[in-house]
């Protein structure tokens, strides 16, 4: 079973979720070779509650994941933090969206949630709990405590960090920060545009239908990290096209795709 654990579902925070837009992403996802994704969109984005209105609209839920024409779609979120740094919770839709409402209080900069309380909503909604590009220059996680640290379930080995920074160099400071605090490494394609699927994935040694399976193969380590030799390409293409049409409906860019750019 192939699978990305870090997609997003809109081009950007302030675009409006196209159902047109997202099922060409799935057609293409599949194209790609991929069996599952799962859908961490940001938390603070326009309509996030209605994002996942409109996926019940379109797909049928069974209760873990949406299957989307072939492919399983579990739900989760990307959660800014106060001290700076990403988180991903991956897990059943309602206790995603419980935890999303429980931050309207925290979706603004200089008001995010801090990093130990989010860990403790997400354990106590048993989500999956994954630290978003840990080495990025503009949201780093490596500085956060250690104790704390150590309480993610993975981090994520991002296909736009290899793009910036080369996959050799990038896997020499996440592998031994990870295996220091004995957190497994996980690979997420970080897409915003199609052209971005298959740059990374996740290769299971068995089908998992729910995110516990999942979490259970990632923890005993029955899955390997594939990384396309097409994978500077791919990210160059997505990140070139998104900002054309950024441009096009004149929208600025965000201070990780100024990053992008310049790579």
């Given amino acids: 079973m192939n699978i990305d654990l870090h997609t997003h579902g809109k081009l950007s925070k302030k675009s409006s979720f196209s159902p047109d837009y997202f099922r060409e992403m799935v057609r293409e996802a599949v194209a790609n070779g991929?069996?599952?994704?799962?859908?961490?969109?940001?938390?603070n984005t326009s309509n996030f509650f209605a994002m996942y209105e409109t996926l019940d609209r379109m797909y049928p839920y069974n209760g873990h994941y949406y299957e989307a024409d072939g492919l399983k779609i579990f739900p989760g979120m990307e959660v800014d933090i106060a001290e700076t740094g990403h988180i991903l919770l991956i897990g059943?839709?309602?206790?995603?969206?419980?935890?999303?409402?429980?931050?309207?209080?925290?979706?603004?900069?200089g008001h995010f949630i801090p990093f130990r309380q989010?860990?403790?909503?997400?354990?106590?909604?048993?989500?999956?709990?994954?630290?978003?590009?840990?080495?990025?220059?503009?949201?780093?996680?490596?500085?956060?405590?250690?104790?704390?640290?150590?309480?993610?379930?993975?981090?994520?080995?991002?296909?736009?960090?290899?793009?910036?920074?080369?996959?050799e160099a990038y896997?020499?400071?996440?592998?031994?920060?990870?295996?220091?605090?004995?957190?497994?490494?996980?690979?997420?394609?970080?897409?915003?545009?199609?052209l971005q699927y298959g740059s990374v994935l996740n290769k299971l040694e068995y089908t998992c239908s729910t995110v516990k399976e999942l979490r259970e193969a990632v923890r005993k380590?029955?899955?390997?990290?594939?990384?396309?030799?097409?994978l500077h390409t791919k990210v160059k293409a997505s990140v070139m096209m998104k900002k054309l049409l950024k441009q096009m409906s004149g929208e600025a860019p965000s201070r990780d795709e100024a990053e992008e750019y310049s790579a």
Wanted: glycine share 6%; with cysteine.
């Fill in 34 to 43: 991929l069996d599952a994704i799962a859908l961490t969109e940001h938390f």
């Fill in 92 to 109: 059943l839709k309602e206790n995603i969206l419980d935890v999303r409402s429980s931050l309207e209080d925290y979706t603004k900069e």
């Fill in 118 to 167: 989010l860990l403790d909503q997400a354990d106590s909604r048993d989500l999956w709990k994954i630290g978003g590009h840990p080495f990025r220059i503009s949201t780093p996680l490596h500085h956060l405590d250690p104790e704390q640290l150590a309480r993610l379930d993975a981090f994520d080995f991002n296909a736009k960090d290899i793009y910036m920074q080369g996959a």
């Fill in 171 to 194: 896997r020499a400071l996440i592998t031994p920060f990870a295996a220091k605090l004995g957190v497994p490494v996980i690979a997420g394609s970080d897409s915003h545009q199609c």
């Fill in 221 to 230: 380590g029955h899955y390997s990290i594939e990384v396309s030799p097409c």
